[in-house]
């Protein structure tokens, strides 16, 4: 619909369409003659009392009772919830003292050089030559702390013109300190 500048009802008729769209609860109906007053023009709308209008269920104000509200505060819950099984569990507090102890046992360091024996595998065996080490120290039991490689060949290495085999050297890993505790 066009509407002129100078056509003053066509736009007041508009102008009442498009408040009775947007204020809630007329909807369009037009208005119930308590709200309508006394004085006022007819501009072609029926008046409606209120048996004519239709009565609608009041919007819920929330999500209806037994369904979750997936918001931040409801999924922070749930995290708080799951929080126990995460963490790793608590100790007592003798299981504490256990570990403390433990830890404040007198250790001391050595030096030396003990040779770390092949294990089953081949690879160096060097917490055995800590072992080793802090024994001949007076300790119990040790941790190597410093470790060393040197390759160790035959004398037949030295002979002048003979060309070198694969097994003529090795290579032997020393431990040369350790930490070590009674």
């Given amino acids: 619909m066009m509407v002129r500048s ?3 009802v066509a736009r007041l008729r508009i102008l009442v369409t498009a408040v009775l769209l947007v204020v809630p609860g007329t909807a ?3 208005w119930a003659q308590s709200t309508a007053p006394a004085s ?3 501009l072609g709308l029926r008046e409606a009392g209120p048996q004519a209008l239709p009565q609608s269920a009041p919007a819920p104000s929330g999500p209806p009772a037994g369904e979750e509200n997936p918001g931040l505060i409801n999924e922070m819950g749930k995290l708080f919830d799951k929080l126990p099984s995460i963490l790793p569990p608590l100790k007592s507090p003798g299981e504490t003292m256990d570990g ?3 830890l404040a046992k007198p250790s001391s360091m050595v030096s030396g050089r003990v040779v770390c024996p092949a294990s089953a595998n081949g690879a160096p065996d060097c917490k055995q030559a800590a072992d080793q080490l802090c024994q001949s120290k007076g300790y119990r039991e ?3 702390l410093n470790a060393d490689s040197a390759e160790k060949c035959s004398a037949k290495v030295l002979i002048p013109g003979r060309q070198r085999k694969p097994d003529d050297c090795r290579t ?4 040369t300190s350790a930490l070590c505790q009674n």
């Fill in 142 to 144: 040790g941790k190597s």
């Fill in 40 to 42: 006022a023009p007819s």
């Fill in 172 to 175: 032997d890993t020393f431990v």
């Fill in 100 to 102: 403390l102890s433990r």
């Fill in 28 to 30: 369009g109906f037009g």
């Fill in 6 to 8: 100078g056509n003053t």
